[in-house]
């Protein structure tokens, strides 16, 4: 007998004969099986979880999302910010810088911020998802500049992750990359001592569209 036949010999005679296996509670939650997107209940919600992520959160309405937009920028003295290859918003008195070509890390990180939709978000958790998409940008876009301005629609807030996962799979199954957000970039080191901007931007404004 080798000494691993003896170790394994060793550990089942502990076991003993007939060990009970507990049964493992299976009753997952499953997309569908909560609020639909985009109901008051599901946006107020995130608002509210979003809040809770020290990420500044505001309601406002289409009409006026791209003034909200400049008062955001205004706010954290942005006068240049990054913004997707097609993005159509034009908040006026800032300057965009679009990502075509592609700006360097060295260049995004010499802007003041960056201007961006997203995928969708969980209301759950408090989360928005990037997708690589033509919303969201590349995923150095919202990384880098120090400031991320998300623009988020009502309609793309759902409930639970699950149905969040559910409505990525087109994205997932193209490879895109999948980016999840909870509030400004945040760490803690040994001491506890809460440090933000480290890897990622430091303050978030999600400004929700509906």
Known sequence: ??????????????????????????????AGSGPAAGGEGVVARFCERASEYRATVRRVDRAVLEEAIAQACREHGARRIAVPAGSSWRPPGVELVFDDPPISPRGLDRLDGVLSGCAL??????????????????RALTLVPDLHVCVVETGAIHSSVPDAIAALAPAAAEGRPLTLVSGPSATSDIELERVEGVHGPRDLVILVAG
Do not use: F, H, K, Q
């Open 1 to 30: 007998m080798t000494a691993r036949d003896e170790v394994l010999s060793r550990i089942n005679a502990a076991l003993g004969a007939g060990v009970a296996v507990p049964d493992v509670p299976r009753a997952y939650r499953v």
């Open 121 to 138: 978000a969980i209301a759950e958790t408090g989360t928005v998802v990037l997708d690589g998409g033509a919303a969201s940008g590349r």
